[in-house]
């Protein structure tokens, strides 16, 4: 590794080691944060990572380390534990880097903050941006082109010291100003993704999950505009562009996921033994909790919600959502 690091990356499951990856691309210095010790002396020795992203070989510029302290010489910090243990990792952040890009997708159970909400709390003086779109890590890994959203807390100003940092021949971020928009993009997708896996493993059909999709979106539409994102944020990568993605690939944990329940397994079953995160299934539960709670129609999540806790089937969830009352496609009447 050549110089101190610039950018630090905070969590080394798939996403953190593919966005290290990509840095670390044009020979730039990246310092890896691994909550597993021994995948840290892996990394250093060995520059791979089996546990999370089996098959790459890692850049001469990562380097790894256990330990919070040693990212505290970095200008940013892009984030990357999994949305139920973001606050307790930034707890030990150390103090130092100015500019934290958060890469979890997903909603704190139990609390229903968003991530920045989690990370304004948790760390007062930073500034706040968030990166997410249509992003599998093994292809983000393999140097294959990939377009993010990057919403900057900070407006134009963060986004002038992020963009040349995060941007490389094959990453691509466009901005926007839209915290709230991006973070719900990511979080709300993912439960659809699980929907979609559904209609997979059930044998639905294509046109069942085109329209699972179409009708997902609307309610991510929903619960957004209530909670002040903009929808052309929505419609963009980390909306619709990483929904469109994760509801058609058995790449996406999600996905498979849910196509393991429609094949009638229950989640403690599908989920069992995995070291990999399917967001989703965090984000259903405290997703269905928030819209009940603010009137939100979103039968398709609030499925997912009920099939996870397995108050009902998987094809209960599709009769049901198919035995709703007609209406109107835009709202309005009839
Ligand atoms: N894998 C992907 O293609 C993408 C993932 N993401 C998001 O990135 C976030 C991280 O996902 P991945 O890197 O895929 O994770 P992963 O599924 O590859 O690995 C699990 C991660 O969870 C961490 N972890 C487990 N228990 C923990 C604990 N008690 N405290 C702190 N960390 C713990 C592990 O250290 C590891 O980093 C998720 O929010 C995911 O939705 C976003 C875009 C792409
Ligand atoms: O967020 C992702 C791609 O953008 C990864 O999706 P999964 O977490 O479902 O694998």
């Known amino acids: 590794m050549s110089g101190a690091a610039v950018i630090g990356v905070v969590g080394a499951g798939a996403w ?21 010790p021994e995948l840290v002396s892996e990394i250093n020795a060995t520059r791979r990572n089996r546990l999370f992203l089996p098959g790459a070989e890692l850049a001469p510029g990562i380097a790894a380390t ?16 999994p949305a139920q243990f973001l606050a ?26 968003l991530m920045a909400e989690v990370a304004a709390a948790a760390v007062p003086g930073a500034e706040l941006a968030v990166l997410s779109g249509p992003t599998f890590a093994h292809e983000v890994a393999a140097g294959l082109p990939t377009a ?22 094959t990453l691509r971020p466009y901005y926007s100003d839209d915290l709230i928009g991006a973070e719900i993009g990511g ?14 493993g059930l044998g639905l059909g294509q046109n069942a999950r085109a329209a699972l999709i ?26 619709l562009g990483d929904l469109v993605l994760t509801c058609s690939s058995a790449s996406s944990r999600n996905f498979t996921l849910g196509q393991a329940l429609g094949q009638g397994q229950s989640a403690a079953e599908a989920l069992a033994g995995k070291a990999s995160v399917a967001e989703g ?40 959502l198919l035995a709703r009352p007609l209406r109107a496609e835009q709202g309005g009447s009839p």
Not at 155 to 167: F, M, N, V, Y
Not at 188 to 196: D, G, P, R, S
Not at 292 to 319: F, K, N, W
């Open 148 to 169: 993010v959203t990057l919403a900057c807390g900070g407006g134009e100003a963060q986004w002038q010291r992020l963009a040349p940092l995060i941007s490389r021949k």
């Open 214 to 239: 179409a009708r997902g979106y609307a309610e991510m539409l929903r619960f957004g505009l209530a909670r002040g994102a903009r929808a052309e944020t929505l419609a963009g990568l980390c909306g």
């Open 16 to 36: 953190g080691t593919a966005l290290a990856q990509v840095l670390a691309s044009d020979g730039s210095p990246v310092l890896l944060w691994a909550r597993e």
């Open 66 to 81: 256990g330990t919070l302290a040693d990212l505290a010489s970095c200008a940013a910090l892009l984030v990357v534990v």
């Open 281 to 320: 299934a965090s984000t259903a539960p405290v997703l269905a909790e928030l819209a009940a709670r603010d009137g939100i129609a979103m039968p398709i999540a609030t499925a997912v919600h009920r099939l996870l806790a397995g108050e009902l089937s998987a094809a209960e969830a599709a009769a049901e």
């Open 88 to 113: 307790r990792v930034l707890a030990d952040l150390p103090a130092g880097p100015r500019d934290l890009v958060l890469c979890a997708k997903g909603i704190e159970a139990g609390s229903g903050r």
């Open 187 to 200: 979080a709300v997708k993912n439960v659809l993704a699980i929907a979609c896996g559904v209609v997979e």
